[in-house]
């Protein structure tokens, strides 16, 4: 089966730095995204692995270690906007050949002032 | 550009009832998804359509089906409501099968009484 897992919450610091972490067991890994979602809004895309590494997008930085099925999401110089919840979700080959997109249950996460 | 539409905003049917959800995505876009959240919960994974075919389905019941039209739109059908159906239905589109991002809806909430 598929299953992701990943903190239920997280509390930190206005102007701090902290990390989402997500590990995930699938049978056709393709990649890993993390999205943002404020209360009452849409997820929002933050950004995609498929290789190992680091991908930087201003603040925010992801991680992919496709040996490890591990990843995470990396959130530099905190801000109160940045208090929403954070998902990771895999995209998935199943073995009828079609991708789906699992997602994790969602980091909340708190920036205290 | 428009970005992805759902109707209605707001839904309240009685336990036994059938529920219709709407959206209509992207310009250009193929490929719809439907997520279930239960409040304070994560996005599970509902439908995939592309090209006007059901590509995956996640773990629900045969009462939760859909379909696409010609024009990408799509409709999420719920027979025989229960309590538990309650729940903000999100639908997200994205560019082609392959593509990573995926542009989410303000989604349906859908109350079971």
């Known amino acids: 089966g598929q299953s992701l897992e990943q903190p239920s919450e997280v509390t930190a610091v206005e102007g701090a730095i902290v990390q989402i972490n997500c590990t995930y067991q699938?049978?056709?890994?393709?990649?890993l995204s993390w999205y943002q979602q404020h209360d009452g809004g849409a997820p929002t895309f933050l950004s995609y692995?498929?290789?190992?590494g680091l991908e930087e997008t201003g603040r925010f930085s992801s991680f992919l270690s496709r040996s490890d099925s591990y990843g995470y999401l990396l959130l530099q110089e905190l801000q109160m906007k940045d208090s929403a919840s954070y998902f990771c979700?895999?995209?998935?080959?199943?073995?009828?050949?079609?991708?789906?997109?699992?997602f994790g249950a969602g980091t909340r996460l708190f920036v205290k002032a | 550009e428009a970005g992805v539409t759902q109707s209605p905003t707001h839904l309240i049917k009685t336990r036994g009832q059938q529920a219709t959800l709407r959206c209509s995505p992207i310009?250009?876009?193929?490929?719809v998804y439907w997520y279930q959240q239960a409040l304070g919960l994560g996005l599970q994974f509902l439908l995939w359509?592309?090209?006007?075919?059901?590509?995956n389905r996640g773990n629900f019941p045969p009462r939760f089906s859909g379909r696409q039209f010609p024009n990408y739109s799509s409709e999420l059908n719920v027979n025989a409501l229960e309590l538990e159906d309650s729940a903000l239905y999100l639908c997200a589109s994205s560019l082609s099968p392959t593509a990573t991002e995926a542009f989410f809806g303000q989604g349906t909430r859908l109350t079971v009484v």
């Open positions: 979700a895999v995209r998935d080959l199943g073995n009828t050949g079609g991708f789906k997109t699992i």
């Open positions: 359509y592309d090209e006007g075919e059901e590509r």
């Open positions: 310009s250009g876009h193929t490929s």
């Open positions: 692995n498929a290789l190992d």
């Open positions: 699938t049978s056709g890994f393709y990649g």
